[in-house]
């Protein structure tokens, strides 16, 4: 079985010649075939499958079921014999470079902090441990990092050997093995033995660099997110473009954006504070200059686009300063109206005959009790005429 998984004999194998064994279609309906020997790797381990073609048809998804390696295809083969594959080689080999530099990670926690990884996750963009720990520090996160980045600096090789369970205890491993035919030892010389049947470079070196980019709060664990290889460099270049754009923005340095950000919000809240102070000081204004105009001992105004909080703000101001008058108001807001009515405190009239009264016109809705009510509505007809109605409904 392990002699024709070609990944095993040659890592860096990109393309091979093989023969179709078999096909099929799997329950979802997606066709597949079965090679004598393939370089294609199927999902397991943490590590996603390798795509690529086989003469030249898209091999969309690789899945090992019951011991033979499925290869999902996005298009019909026509060869019948013979067969030439090739594996997307980029992808494969981001792939060895997260995954092994995942392996080194997690032996660094081991190492330092005695931490055990608890799960891996491969992302598109990120990949993350699992830490079986409640919390690690800023400290610990470094430390291991560093270590990690030494490891992979001093270019170590990567062996891989296979062994029989007898042999096993004649090395340390880091964690016990889920199988007992045919171990592969995944072995890095005086820093982690490991069992593993995933894809390595042969040497460190080749993953690059190693970053730890933030850490998140699971349950009674620490998801350490990272990135090996390129990824870096990509993660490198797009938190570059947003800071410099962040910098040219605040017009400050790039060490600078957080004080000045800080800045910022500290200034924002208090013109917030000002604002509002403002406005209320502009609300008892135009109460005043309401009540220099009443009727009688009806103060009644028409607005566009006001709020229907404002126009409660300004109904208890009025009423507040004045006990004697009645307040209407009315605001047309794009397709809707809205009132509100209020008493002061030495008159009788029932503001709800005012609700009752109009809120069927503007088939509306609305609430309140004898001293204060407000509703809205459709536009059936203007402010002004529904102010006049409101003002009709307490005449007498
Ligand atoms: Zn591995």
Not at 137 to 166: C, D, F, G, M
Not at 364 to 383: H, I, L, P, S, Y
Request: hydrophobic share 35%; charged share 25%; glycine share 8%.
């Amino acid at each position: 079985m392990v002699k024709e998984r070609l990944y095993y004999e040659n890592v860096y194998k990109k393309t091979f010649k093989a023969r179709i064994v078999d096909n099929g279609i799997d329950s979802e309906g997606r066709p597949y075939v079965i090679l004598n020997n393939t370089a294609f790797y199927p999902t397991g381990g943490g590590q996603p499958h390798d795509t690529g073609t086989i003469d030249g048809v898209r091999v969309i998804d690789v899945e090992e079921v019951d011991g033979e390696i499925r290869h999902f295809l996005d298009g019909e083969l026509h060869s019948k014999k013979e067969v030439e594959g090739a594996i997307d080689w980029e992808r494969r080999f981001d792939h060895m470079q997260q995954h092994t530099g995942q392996h080194i990670l997690t032996a660094a926690f081991v190492r330092l902090f005695g931490i055990q990884t608890v799960s891996f996750h491969l992302g598109k963009e990120l990949v993350s441990i699992d830490l079986d720990v409640e919390d690690v520090t800023s400290e610990q996160l470094a430390a291991a990092e560093k270590l990690a980045n030494e490891i992979i600096l001093e270019n170590r090789p990567i062996e891989t050997k296979w062994v029989t369970e007898e042999e096993l205890p004649q090395f340390s491993l880091r964690k016990q093995l889920a199988v007992t035919d045919n171990i592969r030892l995944v072995i890095i010389p005086d820093f982690d033995h490991n069992g593993c049947g995933g894809t390595h470079p042969s040497s460190t070196g080749q993953i690059g660099l190693l970053k730890i980019l933030s850490t998140e709060k699971q349950r009674r664990k620490v998801r350490v997110h990272f990135a090996c290889g390129d990824r870096v460099l990509q993660q490198l270049h797009r938190k570059n473009e947003a800071l410099s754009a962040a910098s040219k923005l605040l017009s400050a340095p790039e060490d600078g954006v957080k004080d000045a950000i800080e800045r910022l919000l500290t200034s924002h809240h208090s013109l917030e504070k000002t604002l509002e102070t403002a406005k209320e000081d502009l609300l008892s204004f135009e109460a005043k200059n309401l009540l220099d105009n009443k009727n009688g001992n009806i103060v009644k105004a028409s607005f566009t686009d006001r709020t229907v909080q404002e126009l409660q703000k300004l109904a208890r101001l009025i009423v507040a300063e004045n006990d004697s008058v009645i307040a209407l108001l009315v605001a047309e807001n794009e397709d809707r109206l809205q009132f509100v009515a209020a008493r002061g405190a030495s008159v009788g009239t029932s503001m709800k005959l005012v609700s009752t009264a109009v809120l069927p016109l503007l088939n509306g809705k609305g609430g309140g009790n004898d001293t204060f009510v407000q509703g809205g509505g459709e536009r059936t007809m203007t402010a002004k005429e529904l102010l006049n109605l409101m003002e009709n409904t307490i005449s007498y």
